[in-house]
Every structure is written in structure tokens, then in C-alpha cells.
């Protein structure tokens, strides 16, 4: 993942599978790209829950399966590779991971800067 003075802001140069002529060099492109999935991932969690507090019930009992279609379906534009079975899965995992993160801490990180949680 490419640094950036900016820490709220993610840039990163995508690569291009027939640029890639190695197993070494495939793995590592998978390497940059799964850190910024990870970043992605937290990120989401962090403000799925923020939705989880605000609406009147949330977490696991206040699913949304109509809302979790429409995700799924403008997503499958941009992955068009991707069958819509399986991107539903994946999304079905990610939706659940920032439902059982919320639940496990409620009130959310004030400072996602912060992930010890030890405020300064
Ligand atoms: O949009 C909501 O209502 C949410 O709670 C967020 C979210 C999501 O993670 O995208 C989580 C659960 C719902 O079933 C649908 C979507």
C-alpha cells in the first residue's frame, strides 16, 4: 500500500495481471492488494456500525436483506468477473464481520487512529 501524507486518503496504483510474468511477482501484487482490502474491510466495519447505532434496531437482529441486494447488485458492475452467487457470499461474510464487530464493541473506536484505544 502506498503511503500518503494524508492518512485518511487511499491511493493505490492497481496492477495489471499481464504486466505480472512471475509467481514472485503475482503473489506480490495479491499482497498489495489484500493490505488494501484489510484497510477497506476495517473501514467498512467502522462505519456499517456507525449505521448499526443509528438506526432503530441494529446489529443482527435489524438485517436489512432488500438493502444487502441492492449492494450486492451494484457491486457486481464493478466486478463483472465475479459471479453473483459467489460476490453475494463474500458480501454476506463482510456484512456479518461488521455486524459481530459492533456487537462485540458497541460504542465504536472514537479514533480509528488509535486501534489500542488508549485516547492521548
Ligand atoms: O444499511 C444498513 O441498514 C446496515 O445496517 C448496513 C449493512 C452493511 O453492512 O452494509 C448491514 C446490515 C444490513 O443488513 C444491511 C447493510
Known amino acids: 500500500m502506498t503511503a500518503h501524507p494524508d492518512p485518511e486518503l487511499l491511493t493505490v496504483p492497481l496492477p495489471r495481471p499481464e504486466d505480472l510474468a512471475t509467481v514472485d511477482d503475482a503473489r506480490a501484487a495479491i499482497d498489495g492488494l489484500d493490505a488494501v ?3 477497506l474491510l476495517e473501514r467498512r466495519a467502522a462505519v456499517a456500525g456507525v449505521v448499526q447505532r443509528l438506526k432503530p434496531v441494529g ?3 435489524g438485517r436489512d436483506p432488500e438493502r444487502e441486494r441492492r449492494i450486492v ?3 457486481s458492475r464493478h466486478a463483472p468477473s465475479l459471479a ?4 453475494a ?4 461474510a463482510v456484512i ?3 455486524l459481530d464487530a459492533a456487537e ?6 472514537k479514533n480509528v487512529q488509535d486501534p489500542a484505544g488508549a485516547g492521548g
Request: aromatic content about 4%; cysteine-free.
Open 37 to 39: 482490502l484489510a484497510a
Open 59 to 61: 446489529g443482527f437482529a
Open 73 to 75: 447488485a451494484a457491486m
Open 84 to 87: 453473483p452467487g459467489h460476490l
Open 89 to 92: 457470499r463474500i458480501m454476506n
Open 96 to 98: 456479518e464481520a461488521g
Open 104 to 109: 462485540r464493541d458497541p460504542g465504536g473506536r
